[in-house]
């Protein structure tokens, strides 16, 4: 079985326990919420159909109004699969 740390102990990052953690100010820049407005847009539409969809089939199964959902939905992703700088919207 591997060596345990003793409780009470936090491993810093000269692989000395420091006892506790220190969380003052400074330690790191917050970033702001990453992502071009494209892609943010086409999630909403997406997300947008997705509700309108299973509106549609609560109670009963509306299905003009799942299938128009559904065509909401798949428009969000043809503009999602368009947009070509996704993948730089990764951290």
């Known amino acids: 079985m591997a060596e345990q740390a003793a409780s009470g102990t936090v491993q810093g990052a000269g692989g000395v326990g420091t006892g506790s953690l220190d969380l ?3 330690g790191g ?10 892609s943010w847009i086409a999630i909403s539409i997406i997300t947008a159909g997705f509700v309108i969809g299973a509106i549609g ?27 070509r700088t996704v993948q730089s919207d990764w951290y």
């Open 57 to 83: 089939l609560v109670p009963h199964p509306t299905w003009w109004l799942f299938w128009t959902g559904a065509g909401i939905a798949l428009a969000g992703c043809i503009i999602t699969a368009t947009a």
């Open 29 to 38: 820049e917050h970033l702001a919420h990453h992502g071009r407005t494209v």
């Open 24 to 26: 003052s100010a400074g």
